[in-house]
């Protein structure tokens, strides 16, 4: 699987087809993937995409090609290896879930009175503080759709698309608040459990451990 971009872009290959062709469910095409593509497959995978997808972004970018007879010949070894390829993706996924589960990432922010915040933690923001403690790079995606606006310590699923339902605790306290609570010397608010109920996603990610450097869900490693 080819190198992505480096920490937080998510790389072109990690993006929905519906974040770039709103027109995407207009037509449809079979292709071959020859690489990992958010949410679609694992190279050697014969998959249906959007028509406008495949030919505007999956096939100039040599990221699959379309599933004609040549090129299902054409491309033989490599569809022997989708098997061998989503096995290594699962492997991934749950080694990565392993490493996240139950990690505490602590926000300090500013917020009014009534707790509420200036703003709001978003997934980004997660997931960018999951991979400074972790270097574990989560797709956004993944992490609950919720924004955070209150003061407080929620549970964050995060859907990995497999058997696996690792959860983040999120601590969102006042500016002034955190080195008391990092040292120990305050006790940290009620936790609250949020529901997630969007739709597990069938194939995306960004991590995978490796020793010296930042592992991604899909495979690939940003040096």
Known sequence: MNEYAPLNITPFSDMI??????????AAMKVILTDYVYKHGVAGEVVTVADGFARNFLLPRKLAMKATAANLDKVADLR???????????TRLSEASRQIDGVE???????????KLYGSITTQMIAEALLKKTGVDINRRRISERPLRELGRYRMPVRMGNDQSPSLDIVILREDEVASY??????????????????????????APTSDS???TDGSTAE
Request: no cysteine; aromatic share 6%.
């Open 17 to 26: 087809a519906s974040d770039i062709y709103p027109w995407k469910d207009r």
């Open 80 to 90: 022997a290896k989708a098997v061998e390829n989503r096995a290594e993706l699962n």
């Open 105 to 115: 990432l602590v926000f300090g922010v500013k917020a009014g009175n009534n707790n």
């Open 182 to 207: 990092l040292a120990g010397q305050m006790k940290g608010p009620e936790l609250t459990e949020v529901v997630d109920e969007a739709p597990v996603p069938s194939v995306e990610f960004n991590d």
């Open 214 to 216: 930042t592992t991604t």
